[in-house]
């Protein structure tokens, strides 16, 4: 895994961008009431985190794709900065649905924006240490 800790901290990065301009930009853009066409914005956003991961994976070899199972042992900060990018994005599709069906809400995002401040915090850890 050593040989991939750098592609797969760079994918991490693009998420953890696409995710907070999303975020960001589906709190900040959408005013104070969305409505259910809003929703495909968040589709959207789901979709461009989807992308770079995919990529990623499919550029690693099969025995790599193996080795992330050992993630969690051996790369603990990497572990937990996956485990929020993966809630955030969880979040998002939450409120994509949420909207779709019941057009207003906008609490799902607040907690995603949470969960991208936190994971920032992470990505700020690992490049200090």
Not at 1 to 10: F, H, K, T, V
Not at 12 to 24: D, I
Not at 62 to 67: K, L, Q, T
Not at 91 to 96: A, D, K, N, Q, R
């Amino acid at each position: 895994m050593a040989g991939y800790d750098g592609m797969l901290w760079r994918t991490l990065h693009r998420v953890l961008l696409v995710l907070a301009v999303g975020v960001l930009g589906l709190l900040l853009g959408l005013g104070h009431e969305p409505s259910r066409a809003d929703s495909l914005f968040g589709v959207l956003v789901v979709a461009l985190v989807a992308l770079p991961v995919w990529i990623t994976f499919q550029r690693m070899t099969p025995v790599a794709r193996g080795n992330l199972r050992a993630l969690p042992r051996h790369r603990p900060l990497m572990t937990a900065m996956i485990g929020l990018l993966v809630l955030v994005a969880l979040f998002v599709l939450g409120w994509t649905i949420a909207n779709a069906l019941f057009p207003g809400t906008l609490a799902p995002l607040a907690l995603a924006l949470v969960g991208v401040v936190l994971a920032a915090l992470v990505a700020l850890l690992n490049r200090v240490l």
